[in-house]
Antibody, heavy 119, light 110 residues
Framework: QVQLVESGGGVVQPGRSLRLSCAASGFTFSNYAMYWVRQAPGKGLEWVAVISFDGNNKYYADSMKGRFTISRDNSKNTVFLQMNSLREEDTALYYC????????????WGQGTLVTVSS | QSALTQPASVSGSPGQSITISCTGTSSDVGGYNYVSWYQQHPGKAPKLMIYDVTNRPSGVSHRFSASKSGNTASLTISGLQAEDEADYYCSSYTSSSTWMFGGGTKLTVL
C-alpha cells in the first residue's frame, strides 16, 4: 500500500536551517508530483510547495519563496524540503503528500514531522 | 495569498444535511475546476473527499457531494453520522500555479 514517511523534524533556533525528507513506497514514485503542506499547532492547513514528477517544475507559496527549496531523488523514492532562515512562525507539522500531477489533488498523505522553531 | 474563506464551524444532528462553503476569487475557485475537499480527524492526516469540484474518490461515501457557483464552492454532507465530525478544508488551484487551502471548518455532530 502507499506509504509516505516524513523525517527530519525537530527543534531549531530562529535563523537556522533544517532539511525534511519524505520516503515513499508502494507506488511508482517517479510518476507522481510531490507536495509539502504544513499545519501550525491548532491551525489550518497551509500549502507549502510542489515538485513535478521529473523535478523540472517547482512552485512555492509566497511566504516560503526564497527560503524553502523542494527537491526529489527518484532513485531513492524520496522528496526533500530544505528550509533556511527559519522563523518562529514556521513552527508546524509538515506533511508530504502525492498527486498524479501539478493539477491533481493530494490523494495520499504521510503522518507528518514536527518542526519547532524556538530560541 | 490569503486563505480561501470558510465558516469556522457548522453543526447538525444525525441524519440531517449540512453545507460548508468555500469562497475565493476568480483567480482561484472561480477560475478553475480544480477544487478539492479534505477531511481531517483530530491527530490524523487529511483525507481527500472530493476532487475536481464534484468528483468522489473511490471509497468515499455517496453522502458527500460538492458543487461550485462562481467564486464559491460548497461541500454537502447528507445523512450526518457521528463519524463525520471532523475538520474540513477546501483547496483550489490558483493562477500563480500554486494551491491554496481554506481556513477550515469544524463540523460538530450534535
Amino acid at each position: 500500500q502507499v506509504q509516505l514517511v516524513e523525517s527530519g523534524g525537530g527543534v531549531v533556533q530562529p535563523g537556522r536551517s533544517l532539511r525534511l525528507s519524505c520516503a515513499a513506497s508502494g507506488f511508482t514514485f517517479s510518476n507522481y508530483a510531490m507536495y509539502w503542506v504544513r499545519q501550525a499547532p491548532g491551525k489550518g492547513l497551509e500549502w507549502v510547495a510542489v515538485i513535478s514528477f521529473d523535478g523540472n517544475n517547482k512552485y512555492y507559496a509566497d511566504s516560503m519563496k526564497g527560503r524553502f527549496t523542494i527537491s526529489r531523488d527518484n532513485s531513492k523514492n524520496t522528496v526533500f524540503l530544505q528550509m533556511n532562515s527559519l522563523r518562529e512562525e514556521d513552527t508546524a507539522l509538515y506533511y508530504c503528500a502525492r498527486g498524479q500531477g501539478l493539477l491533481y489533488p493530494l490523494d495520499s498523505w504521510g503522518q507528518g514531522t514536527l518542526v519547532t522553531v524556538s530560541s | 495569498q490569503s486563505a480561501l474563506t470558510q465558516p469556522a464551524s457548522v453543526s447538525g444532528s444525525p441524519g440531517q444535511s449540512i453545507t460548508i462553503s468555500c469562497t475565493g476569487t476568480s483567480s482561484d475557485v472561480g477560475g478553475y475546476n480544480y477544487v478539492s475537499w479534505y477531511q481531517q480527524h483530530p491527530g490524523k492526516a487529511p483525507k481527500l473527499m472530493i476532487y475536481d469540484v464534484t468528483n468522489r474518490p473511490s471509497g468515499v461515501s455517496h453522502r458527500f457531494s460538492a458543487s461550485k457557483s462562481g467564486n464559491t464552492a460548497s461541500l454537502t454532507i447528507s445523512g450526518l453520522q457521528a463519524e463525520d465530525e471532523a475538520d474540513y478544508y477546501c483547496s483550489s488551484y490558483t493562477s500563480s500555479s500554486t494551491w491554496m487551502f481554506g481556513g477550515g471548518t469544524k463540523l460538530t455532530v450534535l
